[in-house]
């Protein structure tokens, strides 16, 4: 399978930008990786992608507009997460024609976190943006994390419950009730001041991303507060920022199911800490 093999990458963390494109990464991206070396772009934009056939070239297309309209040097990684369904090959050949556009490949399904973290770590911007593929925080809100970071943040995050009224379609109320319970939850175990971490639009400073993301342990949907912990631990500038919300059909976190590993999750994050397992990246050192 080409391209699937990912060695885990404490090796891209400490690569420059330009060696990441050098050839023991070659078979990672050969599909999708434009001939010419280009310099680092200001942003990379990141989208974990799990069977997302039906909505992927519509995003795609939506930041490639807005990234031209703006005169952003942007790079866009989708990360597939071993999709059953034709999501890879909708996007090789989105990125054909978009050179701009590079697809990764987790080795099959390994949850959101994962893939992420394998585009954090693989992305060769200077601001690093990741998004859910629904867009249910559209492109255009990038800019109030970006000028953030500018101003001064490590780590900026969307957040949809600082100012409930710019979610212009809600969850269905099951979600925000769950959502709310795991944020309680979440401050209990993990003492984290935030109203949202689960909001799939954040942004890092490139040193930040390459500080932590090599930490991070929890591959599914309860990565982001190990990211806001680690942050913490290293005493990061974490912003969290009101950006507008839409509620998009078709998803498909399983709120009893996904809730409770979620909160297993939390735990687990206490327990690594208390064990001392943040002392030391996660990731073999490949270098
Ligand atoms: N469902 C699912 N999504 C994944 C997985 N790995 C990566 N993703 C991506 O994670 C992102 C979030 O998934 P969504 O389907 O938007 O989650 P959701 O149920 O809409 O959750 P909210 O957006 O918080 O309402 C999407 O870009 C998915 O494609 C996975 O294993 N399962
Ligand atoms: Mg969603």
């Given amino acids: 399978m080409e391209g699937l093999q990912f060695p885990f990458p404490a090796a891209a963390v400490i690569l420059t930008p330009e060696r ?143 100012k409930s009224e710019l979610q212009t379609h809600r969850q269905p109320l099951h979600r925000q009730v769950m959502g709310r319970i795991f944020n309680l939850l979440m401050r209990l175990t993990l003492r984290l001041n935030f109203k949202d971490t689960q909001c799939g639009f954040k942004v890092f400073k490139r040193s930040t991303s390459q500080a932590i993301f090599q930490f991070q342990r929890i591959e599914r949907w309860g990565f982001d507060p190990e990211l806001l912990y680690l942050a913490r631990k290293f005493k990061l500038k974490v912003v969290e920022i009101p950006v507008a919300w839409a509620h998009q059909e078709g998803a498909r976190i399983h709120p009893v199911r996904d809730g409770l590993r979620m909160f297993g999750e939390l735990l687990t994050v206490r327990w690594n800490a208390i064990r001392g397992k943040y002392a030391k990246p996660a990731a073999p050192d490949l270098a």
């Fill in 20 to 162: 990441t494109c050098s050839s023991s990464n070659a078979a990672l991206t050969k599909t999708t990786r434009p001939k010419t070396r280009l310099p680092s772009p200001d942003y990379s934009i990141v989208i974990p992608a799990y069977n997302e056939r039906d909505r992927i070239i519509a995003t795609l297309e939506r930041i490639v507009a807005y990234s031209g309209q703006h005169g952003w040097e942007a790079e866009v990684l989708v990360v597939d997460d071993g999709s059953r369904d034709e999501t890879a090959e909708i996007v090789r050949q989105f990125s054909m024609r978009n050179p701009t556009v590079r697809l990764l490949r987790n080795p099959g399904n390994r949850g959101k976190g994962y893939s992420v973290r394998h585009g954090m770590l693989r992305a060769t911007g200077n601001i690093l943006l990741f998004t859910d593929a629904d867009l249910a925080s559209p492109i255009e809100e990038a800019e109030k994390l970006f000028s953030a970071v500018a101003a001064g943040a490590d780590i900026a995050i969307g957040s949809r419950w600082m």
